[in-house]
């Protein structure tokens, strides 16, 4: 099957970027390219985000993918989707994960009485849970939406490497929203607009909150399925997140030792976009202004407290990061070849505008 799925691709992919990203992902173990892209299916998603063929954002993907979690997990308690013995979630646990998954997606449900969803699934019977999925947001009926169903590929048969998969996908969706944040920042403080660029540094620290409220969910899955599981995983660890390092690289150029670690040779490409002579970032954009003056205080202190509110969420999903890893991983190595645990213990004490603190 394999084989014939790579002649496939071969004399068909070339004029469909759809069935050649899909291609490439699910046949990355075969071809030995498996690592943390392909394992989330990231180049097909991106195609959704490409205005060439779909108007989505990543922040409203984010919620299709959460909605698909919910629609899943509803469906597979009903008796669809999945053989007996996969190890689906007891009610209770069930019914955690659906809680927290429906406040995540909270402002998009549909019809009336949806506010406080979250707050009523605890006592929901199955036939009830059912009638949320005509409330759950839907890709849209385009050729592009239509590929949304293929972009999980779980790599094992337990049941909550579903979620798991679309938890990080949402992870990656968020840093792509919150990169161009970033990016947005610099340009306008490159212009003078200091308010507009506290604004945009205020909407990245509102999704890290957004991203945060995902460990909540991944809370809920079962430490010995994980544990089952990850031994397929091998290879793919989220040490390899480019949109996360994309980031980190635009709010201000990491110490020449991070960059040489293997948060950043995991990433080759972001590594040489912070080392390219011409990348900008946040950091350098307030260092230059200062040293122009001609800023009011009072603009200042905007941006510092929208800077400060930034790198304080920031701290707050790293620890909780770990929190979950200890819970999870406990002293097992990382699916990256990391150390786990110790290693994202050493990532606490890194700041992102490291260069700013200094002044």
């Known amino acids: 099957m394999l084989l014939d799925l790579t002649r496939i691709r071969t004399r068909h992919a070339a004029g469909c970027p759809f069935l050649a990203a899909f291609l490439d992902c699910l046949l990355d173990k075969h071809e030995e390219r498996y690592w943390n892209r392909s394992y989330l299916a990231l180049p097909l998603l991106e195609l959704l985000l490409d205005g060439r063929h779909s108007t989505l954002s990543p922040d409203r993907l984010s919620t299709l993918l959460v909605s698909d979690v919910i629609r899943f997990e509803i469906e597979t308690a009903g008796g669809s989707r999945q053989a007996p013995g996969r190890g689906r979630p007891d009610a209770v646990t069930l019914r955690k994960r659906l809680r927290q998954a429906l406040r995540f997606v909270a402002d998009d449900l549909g019809g009336p009485h949806t506010e406080d969803l979250p707050s009523r699934v605890a006592h929901m019977s199955q036939p009830r849970l059912e009638e949320l999925l005509g409330h759950l947001p839907r890709p849209p009926a385009t050729d592009a939406g239509r590929w949304f ?156 407290a929208a800077l400060a509110r930034l790198e304080g969420r920031h701290r707050r999903w790293k620890s909780t990061h770990r929190s979950l890893a200890v819970r999870m991983l406990g002293d097992a190595q990382g699916s990256g070849y990391t150390d786990g ?19």
């Open 341 to 359: 645990v110790p290693y994202l213990t050493t990532c606490l004490q890194n700041r992102l505008f490291w260069q700013l603190g200094a002044q």
């Open 149 to 304: 169903d293929v972009t999980v590929q779980p790599v094992y048969v337990l049941h909550d490497e579903y979620f798991f998969i679309r938890v990080l996908q949402t992870h990656e969706m968020l840093f792509t929203a919150i990169a161009a944040d970033m990016q947005a920042a610099i340009s306008a403080l490159r212009d003078g607009r200091l308010e507009e660029g506290a604004e945009r540094v205020d909407h990245a620290a509102d999704m890290f909150e957004r991203a945060a409220a995902l460990f909540r969910i991944v809370a809920t899955m079962r430490a010995e399925q994980f544990s089952l599981f990850r031994q397929f995983t091998q290879g793919a660890s989220a040490i390899q997140s480019e949109q996360y390092k994309r980031f980190e690289i635009l709010c201000g150029l990491p110490p020449a030792p991070r960059l040489r670690s293997a948060a950043f040779t995991s990433v080759p490409v972001v590594r040489a976009e912070a080392e390219n002579a011409d990348h900008d970032t946040v950091s350098q954009a307030c260092l230059d202004l200062r040293g122009a003056g001609g800023v009011s205080q009072a603009e200042w202190s905007l941006l510092d």
